[in-house]
């Protein structure tokens, strides 16, 4: 019963386990931020047409604006109003007052922003597409001497097991 006093049993540690179990089943994310305009940022500076064609954009990724807050905003219009730099009718306002500022790219297709007070046509504007990420990539299963899946089995089946198992284990303890 002394291993009991130290919390070996606890429900902390039956929820720490049911924790690390849950992790270990969920897929990797691979979502990126960008700071728009690399190291010049969201300014006239930087040529972001040419920035953004360096760089494919999948959904989950995030955009970070750095820039002047006293003299540009972060506006997302649809492909008329960048076009034609109107500030007016913006979909959404990034601009939190601070000079950085983050939008999530979670929607595949077209995405528009310029900046408010004239920047837009100083080339404060920047256009880019969003797809999905492509699937992961497929691996022939590697084989023990004994036949049986190594690599899949034990990350996505044993681990989750032993974790089950322990948390009834501390369960059974708990009624015993």
Request: net charge positive.
């Amino acid at each position: 019963m002394e291993w009991r006093r130290r919390g070996i049993g606890s429900p902390a540690a039956a929820a720490l386990a049911v924790a690390c179990a849950v992790l270990a089943m969920i897929p990797e994310v691979s979502s990126v931020r960008y700071t728009v305009g690399g190291s010049s940022g969201w300014s006239s500076k930087a040529n972001l047409t040419v920035w953004a064609q360096s760089i494919h954009f999948y959904n989950g990724d995030w955009l970070y604006f750095v820039y002047d807050r006293n003299q540009l905003s972060v506006l997302q219009v649809n492909q008329t109003n960048y076009e034609s730099c109107n500030s007016n009718s913006f979909l959404h306002n990034y601009t939190t007052g601070a000079g950085r500022d983050v939008a999530p790219l979670n929607v595949t297709g077209p995405y528009y922003f310029i900046s408010g007070n004239g920047a837009c046509f100083s080339g404060v504007k920047l256009a880019l597409n969003v797809s999905n990420p492509p699937p992961p990539p497929s691996g022939s299963p590697v084989k023990s001497d004994s036949g049986f899946l190594t690599y899949t089995v034990r990350g996505q089946i044993v681990i989750p097991a032993v974790f089950a198992i322990a948390a009834v284990w501390d369960s059974f303890l708990r009624v015993w």
